[in-house]
């Protein structure tokens, strides 16, 4: 089944412990992308990888780390966690140049740092 | 700077009613516009996609509808069931080779029995 995985699906964490959500898909998508949701804000784009090796900032990348090492995975990696990114995350990933541009979307990761 | 707007934020209908999801962009020149359906604590799923030189997109009892020049879309649900209550978010992506998705707040859909 095609599909685009997270891990963990709910997360509870301490201001500056460092935590990696780790996202994979099984399609052979060139292109991934973080985003987070948050209540009135809606989603926004934290970073994205057009290919391997090959990354780059969205809308709100301050505090976030990504690696796009392999093809399949695009970890999001939060060195220092703060309060201010409790939200929800996804990860979504969509075959470069396609004429559908479907992206496919994660189930989400719901982190709380306290 | 892209700006997708949804309007209402919230709606509540009774079963079986007909209505329409409103989406309005700010900057014309987009590739594609997409909606996506998303249920309470899950990730979104992609509901239907127009290119931006089509004008409608039907699956169905689902017909989402194009206006480029005038920065619009419409969802229309037909008959609509209490399945259907979910917030319903649409996301347009720009010209220019990028696959970056801009999306609205969403409409918060509440199908009462």
């Known amino acids: 089944e095609a599909q685009v995985t997270q891990n963990p699906r709910y997360l509870i964490t301490v201001t500056g412990k460092k935590l990696t959500v780790t996202c994979s898909q099984n399609?052979?998508?060139?292109?991934m992308s973080w985003y987070r949701q948050d209540p009135g804000l809606g989603l926004r784009q934290i970073y994205y990888?057009?290919?391997?090796?090959?990354?780059d900032k969205g809308d709100v990348p301050e505090g976030y780390k990504v690696s796009r090492k392999e093809k399949r995975n695009f970890p999001l990696i939060l060195e220092s966690p703060s309060p201010n990114q409790t939200s929800l995350y996804f990860c979504?990933?969509?075959?470069?140049?396609?004429?559908?541009?479907?992206?496919?979307f994660g189930p989400g990761t719901r982190l709380l740092v306290l | 700077k892209q700006e997708v707007t949804q309007i209402p934020a919230a709606l509540s209908v009774p079963e079986g009613e007909n209505l329409v999801l409103n989406c309005s962009f700010t900057?014309?020149?987009?590739?594609?516009l997409q909606w996506f359906r998303q249920d309470p604590g899950k990730g979104l799923t992609s509901l239907l996609l127009?290119?931006?030189?089509?004008r409608e997109q039907t699956s169905g009892r689902l017909n989402a509808s194009l206006d480029k020049s005038s920065g619009r879309s419409t969802l229309y649900i037909a008959a609509s069931q209490p399945g259907d209550s979910a917030t319903y978010l649409c996301?347009?992506?720009?010209?220019?080779?990028?696959?970056?998705?801009?999306f609205g707040k969403g409409t918060k859909l509440t199908v009462n029995p």
């Open positions: 979504a990933s969509s075959p470069r140049d396609s004429l559908s541009g479907t992206q496919y």
């Open positions: 399609m052979n998508h060139e292109y």
């Open positions: 990888s057009m290919n391997v090796e090959v990354t």
């Open positions: 900057d014309s020149a987009i590739y594609n």
């Open positions: 127009i290119q931006s030189s089509q």
């Open positions: 996301a347009v992506r720009r010209q220019g080779g990028s696959e970056k998705l801009v």
